[in-house]
Structures are given as C-alpha cells and as structure tokens.
C-alpha cells in the first residue's frame, strides 16, 4: 500500500514537472483533445511547459515534504493538458514484474467533469483495495489541482468519475473521498 501511494505521489509530480520541459507540439496537440468544454480555452494561455516557479517548486517537493497548495495555481489550459496527458505518464508497466496500476484513458467531459479508466494488473484477493487506494490518492491530487485552477469557482467541487477497464465505476465523486472505518 505504501508503494502504491509513494508512486502516485512521486508519478504525478513527476508528471506536471515533465511536461513543463516538454516541447510546443506537445502543448499544441493537447489544445486539440476530444473534452467537450462550455468554456473557451485559449491557447494564450501558458501551457504546463509554462508553469510558474512557485507551482514547480511546491509539485517537485520530496514524498517527506508536504504541499502547500496555496501556493499552485494552474490556468485552464495547464489543468486541461493535465487531465489529458494523465494516461501518458501512467501507461509503463513495472520494471520488476510486480503488479501495477495504469491509467489508460482521461479526459474532460466537461468543464466540472473528469473520467479517468484504470487498469490493475493484480489479480489477487488484495486487487480490489489495490484499487480503492489508487482511486483516493488519484482523485485527491487530480480534486486539488482542479481547486488550484481557473476551472474552480467557489466551494464548486468537480466531478471525479474513475473506471475500471471493464466499464465498472471504481468511484463518482464529487466532493473528497473519506475512508470508510469498518466496526470491529
């Protein structure tokens, strides 16, 4: 369980911070996405190749350091780009054989609206909660950066739907997920 946070922790940070170095063609091609939006986004607007220095420094923050999110801010098109990109920085199957969990399709279906597929490669009796973990540390950084950007008006939280590759809603929520207690 430990390893599976540390890597979500240490992907999604990884991620953001990769695509601040990532070429124009890449920002171009995420501009060009399927999300239906009621919102123009303008490409005016800085890419994640763009982000500012406080954003960089606060996402590339080790697993031992906690994030000060009043400190990020993203503009609609980085938010987009992110949501767009999210399957590309989870699609690498583990190096050591181990089961792992990517992520194989994300997108906007709307401006308050994310659907993100997952695919778990345990098979075992433990895949399940495998999976629980991962739905609440992905909607819980995927939920702050939303709160962080221009896409959040007030207390309006997003609507985070997360799949399983056969189709099976893992998780809809729309405010952050809290762990059940179980009464012993």
């Keep these: ?3 599976i946070k540390l890597l979500t922790f240490l992907g999604m940070g990884s991620f953001i911070l990769g695509a601040c170095s990532a070429d124009n063609s890449t920002s171009k091609a995420a501009d060009s996405s399927e999300p239906v939006s ?3 986004v303008s490409s005016e607007e800085p890419g994640l ?11 590339s923050k080790s697993k031992d ?29 583990s190096e050591n054989g181990e089961e ?24 075992s009796d ?13 909607d819980t950084f995927t939920r702050q950066l939303y709160l962080h950007s221009d896409y959040a008006k ?3 939280q997003p609507k985070i739907i997360i799949k399983d590759d056969t189709e099976h809603v893992l998780s809809e929520a729309t405010d952050f997920i809290e762990m059940e207690e179980s009464e012993e």
């Design 65 to 93: 350091e906690e994030i000060n999110w009043d400190h990020i801010h993203l503009t609609k098109r980085q938010y987009k780009e992110y949501i767009a990109k999210l399957a590309d920085s989870y699609d690498e199957p």
């Design 100 to 123: 792992t969990i990517t992520i194989t399709s994300s997108k906007m279906i709307d401006d308050q609206t994310m659907e993100i597929m997952i695919h778990n490669t345990d098979t």
């Design 1 to 3: 369980m430990k390893r």
């Design 49 to 59: 190749d763009q982000l500012d220095e406080t954003t960089k420094n606060e996402l």
């Design 38 to 40: 009621s919102e123009t």
């Design 126 to 138: 433990w895949s399940e909660l495998t999976d629980q973990f991962f739905v609440l540390f992905i």
């Design 154 to 156: 007030g207390e309006d």
